[in-house]
């Protein structure tokens, strides 16, 4: 959508969008937050070792990655509400064929297909929301959008302790929850039927360079939101807990998101956006180093919640970041390679979780997650600071 073309939208058509946007990407979240202990478990389950099941979770990753340079000409291909709602279908699908093929070797595809279909989902429903929202609030605004898509998360792992982690039942429900994102995206009106990637300046893979402070936040919160996912039941059994207790970790991560969003967006909106990534990026990995000492107490669930809380602002306020630096139509192969360079830290973060897992047993993962969170850090310290001098 071009800003020429978002001017003429009213006030109520572009609430309108950014409601229908964040409903629809909430109701995804409540499957995938589902599905990746789901899987994760049920891979458990069939004997398979920790890096195997941190690598066949990576398959969705190159699935996004894949797919990312793509999505301008399939924007321009197709229009946006056909391409979202096919996108949604075919990620159905996925999920039914999980039950269907419980096989380690024919998951690695379907994984690749479903992490393709996401990708189009929240490429083109956050290029949405940045495009409607006002500066002066864009980080509040975000706050917003990941506080909802964070109750979706949190939900989601709940659903495992409602209907159990094994039978047909919980893919079926999953997948009816998805299939609920079709309604909003019906709903969304004019805002959505303009989204547009014509007269683009520049490629995908030049905005890792030209906002690189926002990519690599992107970058860092994959590897950890994604390896937390995939691999925190995991160690919850490793250190001695039931696979509820287990699954009650990632709510905990879901639930210090939930809190965190709105007020770190509104830091966003009062302070130097890079600052506060950095500070989200050092207190996340301070409290993941505490892991391992407070194994055995009631202290870990705190610490997951901290860990959650501040590592998804790196999403938040990177978007908005980005959202900042970058207008018009080349929002969209932005908000691509942002969503590109997640999938990196997906493809990464599971697969070092897992290593980690296996070589520094069983404490290894919150220590390769502290080790991801500090690098982040200490770059985006870097680029503040070089900001900072530059406007003096």
């Known amino acids: 959508m071009s800003e020429h073309h978002t001017a003429t939208l009213s006030s109520d058509e572009k609430r309108r969008g950014i409601i229908s946007a964040i409903a629809s990407l909430t109701a995804v979240a409540i499957g995938l937050g589902a599905s990746l202990p789901l899987l994760a478990l049920a891979l458990e389950r069939q004997g398979e070792t920790p890096f195997m099941i941190g690598l066949n979770a990576t398959a969705a990753a190159i699935g996004g990655l894949l797919i990312t340079p793509l999505l301008p000409s399939l924007m321009r291909m197709m229009k946006t509400r056909a391409l979202l709602l096919t996108a949604l279908w075919i990620s159905i699908s996925c999920m039914l064929a999980f039950y269907l093929l419980p096989n380690i070797w024919f998951w690695f595809p379907i994984r690749f297909l479903n992490g393709a279909m996401l990708v189009i989902l929240f490429v083109l429903s956050e290029t949405l929301i940045n495009q409607l929202a006002d500066e002066n609030s864009r980080g509040r605004l975000m706050g917003v959008y990941a506080t909802v898509l964070s109750v979706g998360f949190a939900i989601g792992p709940g659903i495992l302790l409602i209907v159990g982690g094994q039978g ?131 202290f870990v669930f705190p610490v997951i919640f901290v860990f959650g809380g501040v590592t998804a602002g790196l999403y938040t306020v990177g978007l908005t970041l980005l959202g900042q630096r970058v207008k018009g139509a080349d929002l969209a192969a932005a908000n691509a390679a942002f969503i590109m360079m997640y999938n990196f830290g997906g493809l990464a973060g599971p697969a070092i979780g897992g290593t980690a897992m296996q070589a520094i047993p069983p404490h290894g993962l919150p220590l390769a997650f502290a080790a991801i969170a500090f690098t982040y850090a200490i770059f985006a310290a870097m680029r503040y600071a070089k900001f900072r001098n530059a406007a003096k």
Not at 236 to 241: A, E, I, N
Request: hydrophobic share 55%; glycine share 10%; net charge neutral.
């Open 168 to 298: 047909f039942a919980p893919y079926a429900v999953i997948a009816c929850l998805m299939a609920l994102a079709s309604i909003p995206i019906w709903l969304a009106g004019p805002a959505t039927s303009q989204i547009s990637a014509h007269g683009q300046s520049h490629g995908v893979f030049a905005f890792v360079r030209i906002v690189p402070t926002a990519t690599l936040a992107a970058f860092t919160f994959g590897a950890l939101e994604q390896g937390t996912f995939t691999l925190m039941p995991i160690y919850g059994l490793r250190v001695g807990l039931d696979e509820h207790m287990a699954a009650l970790m990632l709510s905990a991560f879901a639930a210090g998101n939930i809190l965190s969003q709105i007020p770190l967006g509104m830091l966003a909106d009062k302070f130097n956006r890079r600052l506060v990534l950095t500070g989200c990026a050092f207190v996340g990995g301070a409290a993941i180093t505490m892991l391992p000492l407070v194994q055995g107490t009631i």
